[in-house]
């Protein structure tokens, strides 16, 4: 049985680029290019590549990048669109959960939530965070936005829900202060106009835990902030306000 972030993305590539949340795309890799000082010799491996919008970005400005999604029909959406920008991308179908890189890339992205924490369990998402820690050289950067535990926590589900900017999220939110793991009905359509109904799951993160799991994941340094879509900012402190947490991290 396929699992719900399975099901979203048979058939969401052209939808899921129409999202509001996916138009920050040159903003954010100006963040990304600025982090590794515009380095283009560094080989970057975008994990839950999606359709690819980070990474075709990067390699329109001269990097080499391999990027990763499960989704068969995300990753052909990609080789689409980097055909049509005129970019070479290495687009593979795999599994974040199982990366098979060992030290090849300088840097790692893991942005609007591709992978890490869609999963559902506590041991997968850790998994995605050693597959990246074990992806890089020594010296290498990950860049990962989450979402950010502080933001439901803090609200009443009433509040939380007339602010969540996720376009198409449904009824019936449940925040469990136990797991933080939110669960939800998400109605939407896919490429072809048909409605989509799925019960969805996600892990949510407060800063002091992120921190511990990727330095238990093999990472040395942890920089915490708050993630403005667009425009990412190492000048920007993470508060209950964001809904999600960028994190750069050094391996």
């Known amino acids: 049985m396929k699992k719900w972030y399975e099901e979203l993305f048979t058939d969401y590539a052209d939808a899921y680029d129409r999202q509001p949340f996916t138009q920050g795309t040159p903003g954010e890799c100006d963040f990304i290019e600025k982090e590794i000082a ?4 560094m080989a970057i491996l975008d994990i839950g ?8 970005e990067m390699a329109r400005r001269g990097y080499r990048v391999t990027g990763v999604d499960l989704s068969p029909s995300q990753i052909e959406a990609a080789r689409i669109k980097a055909a049509a920008a005129g970019v070479p991308v290495d687009f593979r179908v795999g599994d974040a959960r199982t990366l098979d890189f060992h030290g090849e890339f300088g840097l790692a992205l893991l942005l609007c939530e591709g992978a890490f924490p869609l999963m559902e369990t506590d041991e997968m998402n850790f998994a995605i965070l050693r597959g990246a820690a074990r992806a890089l050289f020594p010296g290498g950067k990950l860049i990962l936005t989450t979402l950010n535990g502080l933001f439901p926590l803090l609200r009443s589900m ?3 829900e007339s602010e969540n900017p996720v376009q198409g999220a449904g009824a019936g939110r449940d925040f469990d202060l136990l797991t933080f793991r939110m669960r939800s009905r998400l109605n939407t359509f896919d490429d072809h106009g048909r409605p989509i109904a799925l019960d969805y799951d996600e892990r949510w993160y407060v800063p002091s835990e992120l921190t511990w799991l990727l330095k238990q994941a093999g990472f040395a340094a942890v920089d915490i902030f708050g993630a403005n879509l667009g425009a990412f ?3 920007d402190p993470l508060t209950a306000d964001n809904f999600e947490i960028l994190a750069v991290v050094t391996k």
């Open 38 to 41: 515009g380095d283009r010799t």
């Open 158 to 160: 009433g509040s939380f």
């Open 233 to 235: 900012s190492r000048s």
């Open 49 to 56: 590549c999606g359709t690819g919008r980070h990474a075709i």
